[in-house]
């Protein structure tokens, strides 16, 4: 019999969360620092050593020793530094504390991490700052208990160098103009508006001692090399299927080290391809959302490896094989509960919604590139477009509902009703009938109403979810802006809104596909109505310095343009590192493992057939000769690709860094790597399976 777990004494015990707050600090300082966290009211400094000394003494009882900044730079990954809470000794002793100053203020060196220019290797100084609407939580790993403090990280000159920072930005943006819309309408009770985000996170696990016999996977996190098994994923069994025992147990530890932190697991199965998975949580708010999807990830690793796994979040980590994505639930919800997403029974008569939704429309209509650049890494080049995940083309899907609504609109001036769902009738007398929702879901869209929140399918599964929310949050930011600075100067409001959302609908349904976007003729469709399709991250990032874009970003604050040409340069150096260590990867397991196993296994061949000619020079020796020709022509092959790759690799990794760099890596080093890859993976279906140098894709997948 398993352990009974009580989820409701379990969830948030180690967060410095609002009932600990709110049992810890004097009333008066708790009342502030709420409405710092509630209202977007500033920090109030006189409090922070009260805070300080309750969240070191709540930390310390907990077993804590240590405490840290914890902080998401421009790597994608989490940063700390660790600091006792023990002070000078005194008489031997020591006295464990920790200041306001120390709670609010770090300082990393900045010009460790990536900057774009923004910091050199002299100016050194950087600063983390406390972000209290994101909860401290205790952090138990072989290092002990440790008092993580969720911060911003900038440089000296106040420029952001990580990706709270600019989402923080953006969420001020959209509730001061949400709030503008929300009072057109009559709503005088909201204070606040605050995007909210479900982010579902996709992973593969393998065995680990398998894991470790791939250098591939250690280096780049994905199979350089690796045939097709005879099975994939060809019988969707795998889809919801039983969970395995293994991988049963390390889910439910998961569970449990994120429910402790807070985080609001609740949805766990198996995905399409074989061992793949899911885990989603509770929508929370776009903030904390983020910051708990980085925890999902570090979690999701750590855990991995007490059960003799490793968990690969890379977006494909295996060719011809789904990969990995997270799809990014996002919407916006007022403090006294309006959802501006909610079309209600009636989405016609719901002018509201109707406004709000024209102006998302022709948000994402003007920013498609933007959108497209917020999901681009590495990894989701090879997953983007590959009929597994959505296509390169920025569309939304609104369902036969509202395209209905919106065809009326557009064709007539106005939208007299809306269809309705009707009855799910099973045709077996027990099952009992079911109200149908009035439109289907479109799995092929990258951009999917989904009831009352949009479905923004793009991002990568290792890529941080901040980025796409900060450019969510903006261009949403910018088409209200617009719109109540029209509106709110209007004579006649109720003429004025009608003619806007319907100008605003037909001058952006070109953006608006319901159909089937892995299909070829959508491609051709797409290029007719003027949409971008930008499909690699070498093609995606100049959308980040246009003239449009920087226009955008500091007209709301969100970046500068110095920040938005450091983010470039960082994502160029990032794209031609990474495919530098994955070209260096193949060479180094292309000439240290696989030609020589090659070799070891014609030479086999070819003793094989003096042996037997040897032996009886009438026997057929015909297979053994076609194998050692195939084998031979196919070494040679391989040791052509090799040079050839190393030669073009040298030559790019000696380029200076930035776009013309990162532009030769993905047109002449990729197709490198491909070109050394397909003889390698036909040399691994004849070679002899004991002599092949690493797990084959059948032993990573189906042996967890």
Request: with cysteine; net charge negative.
């Amino acid at each position: 019999m398993s352990e009974v777990i009580s989820v409701s004494e379990m969830f948030g015990k180690d967060v410095f969360n609002d009932a600990v707050m709110r049992d810890r600090l004097p009333k008066s300082v708790y009342k502030k620092l709420k409405k710092t966290i509630e209202d977007g009211a500033e920090l109030d400094p006189s409090i922070a050593d009260v805070v300080a000394h309750a969240m070191k003494d709540w930390a310390i009882e907990h077993g804590a020793t240590h405490f840290t900044h914890w902080f998401q730079p421009l790597t994608g990954v989490t940063a700390e530094k660790h600091d006792s809470f023990i002070s000078a000794p005194v008489d031997g002793k020591v006295i464990m504390e920790f200041s306001g100053k120390e709670l609010i203020k770090g300082e990393p060196d900045a010009s460790s991490f990536p900057s774009g220019g923004l910091r050199a290797t002299f100016e050194a100084r950087g600063y983390t700052v406390w972000d209290c609407t994101s909860p401290a939580f205790l952090k138990e790993d072989a290092i002990g208990v440790t008092l993580c403090i969720p911060t911003s990280f900038c440089s000296y000159k106040g420029e952001a160098l990580d990706k709270k920072t600019p989402l923080l930005r953006s969420m001020q943006a959209v509730n001061e103009q949400a709030l503008r819309i929300l009072r057109l309408f009559g709503n005088t009770t909201a204070k606040r508006v605050n995007p909210s985000v479900g982010p579902e996170q996709e992973y593969f696990l393998v065995d680990r001692q398998k894991y470790l016999q791939r250098k591939d996977l250690i280096y780049t996190g994905r199979t350089l090399f690796g045939a097709m098994p005879p099975k994939g994923q060809e019988m969707d069994d795998h889809y919801f299927g039983i969970i395995r025992e293994r991988v049963g147990a390390y889910m439910n530890d998961v569970n449990k080290e994120l429910w402790k932190l807070g985080v609001p697991a609740k949805t766990q199965h198996n995905e399409v391809a074989p061992a793949q998975h899911e885990l989603a949580p509770i929508y929370e708010g776009v903030n904390q959302a983020v910051d708990h999807n980085q925890i999902i990830m570090e979690t999701l690793k750590k855990v991995a490896g007490r059960h003799g796994m490793a968990c690969l979040l890379h977006e494909k980590p295996f060719a011809g094989v789904n990969g990995s994505g997270k799809h990014n639930n996002w919407s916006l919800t007022a403090d006294d509960g309006t959802n501006l997403m909610n079309p209600g029974d009636t989405p016609h008569e719901n002018i509201q919604f109707l406004l709000v939704l024209a102006c998302i429309i022709k948000a994402v209509d003007r920013h498609a590139d933007l959108l497209r650049e917020s999901a681009s890494d590495v990894g989701n080049d090879r997953r983007l477009g590959a009929n597994e995940a959505p296509p390169a083309i920025i569309s939304i899907f609104l369902g036969e509902q509202l395209e209905d609504v919106i065809d009326q609109l557009c064709d007539t001036g106005e939208a007299t009703h809306s269809k309705k769902g009707g009855t799910l009738r099973t045709g077996v007398n027990i099952l009992p009938d079911l109200d149908k929702d009035a439109t289907d879901r479109n799995r092929t869209s990258p951009f999917a109403f989904t009831g009352n929140k949009f479905e923004f399918r793009m991002v990568g599964s290792s890529d941080s979810v901040a980025s796409a929310n900060t450019v969510l949050n903006t261009i949403v930011a910018e088409a209200f802006k617009e719109a109540a600075d029209i509106l709110e100067k209007a004579d006649d409001f109720d003429l004025a809104v009608h003619d806007m959302i319907k100008e605003l609908l037909a001058a952006h349904r070109r953006v608006i596909f319901n159909g089937n976007g892995y299909s070829d003729e959508w491609v051709q469709e797409a290029e007719k109505r003027g949409l971008p399709n930008i499909r690699s991250m070498v093609d995606a990032i100049p959308a980040l310095v246009t003239d449009k874009a920087v226009k955008l970003f500091e007209e709301f604050g969100v970046f500068t343009r110095a920040e938005l040409e450091s983010r470039a340069e960082v994502e160029y150096e990032s794209y031609a590192k990474s495919i530098n260590i994955e070209a260096k990867t193949m060479v180094d397991m292309a000439g240290k493992q696989i030609i020589p196993a090659v070799i070891r296994y014609t030479a086999q061949l070819a003793g094989s057939i003096s042996a037997v000619r040897n032996a009886c020079p009438e026997a057929d020796v015909s297979t053994q000769t076609e194998l050692l020709l195939e084998s031979s022509d196919l070494l040679t092959e391989t040791k052509t690709a090799l040079a050839a790759l190393e030669d073009v690799n040298n030559r790019c990794a000696a380029m200076e860094s930035g776009r013309d760099q990162a532009v030769a890596c993905h047109s002449e080093v990729v197709p490198a790597m491909e070109a050394l890859r397909a003889p390698v993976d036909r040399l691994e279906m004849l070679v002899d399976k004991e002599l092949w140098p690493m797990p084959s894709y059948g032993d990573l997948i189906f042996e967890v």
